[in-house]
């Protein structure tokens, strides 16, 4: 089962913040975050790991809460370069407690920013 | 630029026919997996090889078939062509083993219609 993103799509003007919500209904072992612009490929962002750390790249940082299955990434003083749609990969927790090393994503965010 | 390449770009079928896409990765990764992306959706995994063994399928089924070879390139047949097949089909390679939590690198995608 894909996880589930929210909101569905945000409209910035620059400068303003924005989070981006990712929740799972399985045990997740990492999220990893990819940015998508029209007709192009999937970006990486970040990866998030089981008790790991809230990571940070440039003005985007994400957390991950491994008891609730949800990872959030914060937005900091939008740019125009920021739009494009966002999307959670999770890797789910096996039996034996690591990853099947495979990513489902979410259906995606889409962030527009205006100047 | 990822390093990733993919071809055709674009493709157009009728009903029932086959077709092969084709990736190559970055020199050294070992792994690679597909997905198909319906318009307005999250990337969705087909399957995932690792040094030219099958590795991890999704929920699709046998007409999709997939092979891997020594030189880092992969390829996805798809037999018996569906109307529900058009798509975005995206392949995306890492250096690590599955379940390494490493980078995925994405390519920029074959977009297949289905006539």
């Known amino acids: 089962q894909q996880p589930v993103q929210s909101p569905q799509a945000v409209i910035l003007r620059e400068g303003e913040d924005a989070v981006i919500n990712c929740s799972s209904s399985?045990?997740?072992?990492?999220v990893h975050w990819y940015r998508q612009k029209h007709g192009e490929a999937p970006v990486f962002l970040m990866i998030l790991l089981k008790g790991g750390e809230q990571m940070r790249h440039e003005k985007i940082s994400a957390s991950f809460n491994e008891k609730k299955q949800q990872s959030s990434l914060y937005l900091t003083a939008s740019q125009l370069s920021y739009s494009g749609t966002y999307f959670c990969?999770?890797?789910?927790?096996?039996?034996?407690?690591?990853?099947?090393?495979?990513?489902?994503f979410g259906q995606g965010t889409i962030l527009t920013v205006h100047p | 630029e990822t390093g990733v390449t993919q071809s055709p770009t674009h493709l157009i079928k009728t009903r029932g026919q086959q077709v092969t896409l084709r990736c190559s990765s970055q020199?050294?990764?070992?792994?690679v997996s597909w997905y198909q992306q319906a318009l307005g959706q999250g990337p969705q995994f087909i399957f995932q090889?690792?040094?030219?063994?099958?590795?991890g399928r999704g929920n699709f089924p046998p007409r999709f078939s997939g092979l891997q070879f020594p030189n880092y390139s992969s390829e996805l047949n798809v037999n018996a062509l569906e109307l529900d097949d058009s798509a975005l089909y995206l392949c995306?390679?890492?250096?690590?083993?599955?379940?390494?939590?490493?980078?995925?690198?994405f390519g920029p995608g074959t977009r297949l219609l289905v006539l």
């Open positions: 995306a390679s890492s250096l690590g083993p599955p379940g390494a939590q490493e980078t995925q690198y």
């Open positions: 020199s050294g990764h070992n792994t």
């Open positions: 399985k045990a997740l072992y990492s």
């Open positions: 090889y690792y040094r030219e063994e099958e590795n």
């Open positions: 990969g999770t890797d789910s927790l096996n039996a034996g407690g690591t990853s099947y090393g495979k990513l489902t």
